[in-house]
T-cell receptor, first 115, second 113 residues
C-alpha cells in the first residue's frame, strides 16, 4: 500500500514570496492533516480536513496560510507571503477515521527555508 | 486542554543498554497516547499506541510503554539499544473523542557504540 506522498521535499524561498505544498493521502483515507514542525519542536496541527470539509483550523495563521482539499483527496497548503518564522518542515498525514481510534500516517514532509 | 511533556530533549545511551524515554501528559478525559519515531529527513512512524486496553503496550522494533494513570505517565522503554534506534521520538496525546494529536517537544536519542 502506498504511503502519504508529499512534494516538493525541499523548498527555499525569500521572505514575502509565496509557496505551495502538495499532499496525496493514502487511498481511501477520509481525514487529512497538515502539521508544522519547527526545528527542535514537536509537530503542531495547522488544519484538519474530513473529506473536503474543514474540521479544525484553529491554529492556522489565516492571514497568510490557506489550504484546500478538492474532491476530498489531494490537498494543497499555501503560504503567501512567507515570513522568516515560517521556516519549518510541513508534514501531511492521513487517517481512515474509524470511531476515533485510527492511526495517523505521516508523509516525509516538505522542508521550507525562508531567507 | 491537553498537553504533553517529554523530559530530556537529548538522551545518549550505549549500544545494548536500556533505553528509557519519559512522557507525562495532562488531559481532562481519559486519553489515547502514542509514541512516534522520526528518522532524519523522514516523516513520523507510529511505534505504539495506548487506547484504554492493556496498560502495557508493545510496539515495533522491541519498544514498549506502560500507561500509569496515577502518575499521568507513558514512558517508552527498550531493553537493549541498537544503533538503528538513533532517531527522534515524540510522545503524543489525543482525546478519546476526536482525532487531534498534541505532540511533546521530542527526545533525540544518540546510541554510542
Amino acid at each position: 500500500e502506498a504511503g502519504v506522498a508529499q512534494s516538493p521535499r525541499y523548498k527555499i524561498i525569500e521572505k514575502r514570496q509565496s509557496v505551495a505544498f502538495w499532499c496525496n493521502p493514502i487511498s481511501g483515507h477520509a481525514t487529512l492533516y497538515w502539521y508544522q514542525q519547527i526545528l527542535g519542536q514537536g509537530p503542531k496541527l495547522l488544519i484538519q480536513f474530513q473529506n473536503n470539509g474543514v474540521v479544525d483550523d484553529s491554529q492556522l495563521p489565516k492571514d497568510r496560510f490557506s489550504a484546500e482539499r478538492l474532491k476530498g483527496v489531494d490537498s494543497t497548503l499555501k503560504i503567501q507571503p512567507a515570513k522568516l518564522e515560517d521556516s519549518a518542515v510541513y508534514l501531511c498525514a492521513s487517517s481512515l477515521e474509524r470511531g476515533g481510534q485510527d492511526t495517523q500516517y505521516f508523509g516525509p514532509g516538505t522542508r521550507l527555508t525562508v531567507l | 486542554a491537553q498537553s504533553v511533556t517529554q523530559l530530556g530533549s537529548h538522551v545518549s545511551v550505549s549500544e545494548g543498554a536500556l533505553v528509557l524515554l519519559r512522557c507525562n501528559y495532562s488531559s481532562s478525559v481519559p486519553p489515547y497516547l502514542f509514541w512516534y519515531v522520526q528518522y532524519p529527513n523522514q516523516g513520523l512512524q507510529l511505534l505504539l499506541k495506548y487506547t484504554s486496553a492493556a496498560t502495557l503496550v508493545k510496539g515495533i522494533n522491541g519498544f514498549e510503554a506502560e500507561f500509569k494513570k496515577s502518575e499521568t505517565s507513558f514512558h517508552l522503554t527498550k531493553p537493549s539499544a541498537h544503533m538503528s534506534d538513533a532517531a527522534e521520538y515524540f510522545c503524543a496525546v489525543r482525546k478519546a473523542a476526536g482525532n487531534k494529536l498534541t505532540f511533546g517537544g521530542g527526545t533525540r536519542v544518540l546510541v554510542k557504540p
